[in-house]
């Protein structure tokens, strides 16, 4: 891949351009399509994120991940700030020189990690400090920190710090914790300053509370950001409880910019989501499960370590054209997985990644022909079926 440019500091390097947009091509309903354009490259939407959480998306090469149809990736905060730290990225050249990706790269803020990973918390207005899960070491992370480390990495979409409840929650934990999160969102914003090229997102919290999702929204708005996330979904209220969230949510942030719901999610919850208007997704779980023998689809979870598939010589899906399908057996996959072979991981994961860019290429296709509602009742009747019958 070519190497991006970058100053001698590796934060912000001399972009060919300086603008930071989004625009909207069509819409079928709620769901939209079109294209964020950044200084590294242009972002189709709906796009969904792989997750490089440590600088590298497990078990893949950078330009595999390109090759699936990948637009952007994530890395995070605050694995980044803990191992090797941001100040070596920084005077290796950023982070896009440092894991050889020359496409954007949106950073989380580390907020959300710091609640489920760290230990010892101690949660005030400033911030957070915490001991680290790999050595204990202490830190503290702050909205000027986050800011901070995020530009020392020369991420191209930068997250607000913010704190987000698991759910369930009581109302008055929710409350105090999105009127935090907004106090926070004012100081990232000043921390982030004039940054050319480079985009700020605000993090829209409240939990299931529609008016406490409003007021957040509201907030926001006001601040000013350059795109808006949707937060504190997917930490265990379930399908049915997110979805009816997002009947409302993304409606209550602004229609000119892009929206972002993170840590989502399976096939199916992307589809909901962008079905309600969400532009942005990351999630683990394409290359977590393939690590662990879960291929998905477009017929349903595949699980590779079932004997079944052990003298089975079809492809995981003869549709498919990714590396795994065109070239291996089911047999193959389940031999090398049951040998705990690296190649099991590395293949699946390629697949995985692979069905879900297939997925949102296919949506924007859709949406901009206006069939995404028979695409949508397409899709799930595919699934509905199950996996192919053994031999």
Known sequence: MTRPLSSASGSDYEHPMTRFSFSLNATDGKARTGVISTPRGEIRTPAF?????????????????????????????????????????????????????????????????????????????????FKSHIDGSKHMLSPERSMEIQRLLGSDIVMCFDECPA??????????????????????????????????????????????????????????????????????EGQEAMFGCLDYAPDQLPQDKPRYLMGVGKPDDIVGAVKRGVDMMDCVLPSRSGRTGQAFTRHGVVNIKNARHADDPRPLDEDCTCPACRNYSRAYLHHVYRAQEMISGMLLTWHNLHYYQEIMASMRGAIAEGRFDAWEAEFHAGRAEGDIPPL
């Open 49 to 129: 994120m792989p997750v490089g959480t440590a600088a590298t998306v497990k078990a893949m090469m950078p330009e595999s991940v390109a090759a699936t149809g990948a637009d952007i990736l994530l890395g995070n905060t605050y694995h980044l700030m803990l191992r090797p730290t941001a100040e070596r990225i920084d005077a290796l050249g950023g982070l896009h020189r440092f894991m050889n990706w020359d496409k954007p790269i949106l950073t989380d803020s580390g907020g959300f990690q710091v609640m489920s990973l760290a230990s010892l918390r101690k949660l005030t207005e400033d911030g957070v400090t």
């Open 167 to 236: 759910l369930p929650a009581d109302r008055r934990r929710i409350e105090e914790s999105m009127r935090l999160s907004m106090r926070w969102a004012q100081r990232s914003r000043d921390a982030f300053g004039d940054r050319p090229g480079y985009a700020l997102f605000g993090i829209q919290q409240g939990g299931l509370e529609e008016d406490l999702r409003a007021e957040s929204a509201a907030e926001l708005t006001k601040i000013g950001f350059e795109g808006y996330a949707i937060g504190g979904l997917a930490v265990g």
